[in-house]
């Protein structure tokens, strides 16, 4: 199981960033796939996931409104659509992967990609 992320980059507050998350390994289908990030001397936290069922997606409240997590099993990748950038979006993002339901991802994905940083300021 390998997982890739990428993405990041430098924006302004407002702007909008689009991750994704390519899979390789193993076939999407049958995991839930989440993002986590960290920012500087924080715990790294969960952010978004979306199911291995029926794509349902779940977001943490400060997020909520302002992200999207999609997946193209086709392409075997997810993505996280960041718009309305605050500068306390800005961390490493990590995704990962547990062939599970969400609500055990959350708790302790089993496979991590690398970090991606994205940068919020002006």
């Known amino acids: 199981v390998q997982l890739q992320a990428s993405g990041g980059g430098l924006v302004q507050p407002g702007g909008s960033l689009r991750l994704s998350c390519a899979a390789s390994?193993?076939?999407?289908?049958?995991?839930?796939i989440g993002w986590f990030r960290q920012a500087p001397g924080k715990e790294r936290k969960w952010v978004s996931c979306i199911s291995n069922r029926d794509g349902s997606p779940d977001y943490a409240d400060s997020v909520k409104g302002r992200f999207t997590i999609a997946r193209d099993n086709a392409e075997n990748t997810v993505y996280l659509q960041m718009n309305s950038l605050k500068p306390e979006d800005t961390a490493v993002y990590y995704c990962?992967?547990?062939?599970?339901?969400?609500?055990?991802?959350?708790?302790?994905?089993?496979?991590w990609g690398q970090g991606t940083q994205v940068t919020v300021s002006s």
């Open positions: 390994g193993f076939n999407l289908d049958y995991y839930a």
């Open positions: 990962a992967a547990r062939r599970s339901l969400c609500n055990v991802l959350r708790l302790r994905p089993d496979d």
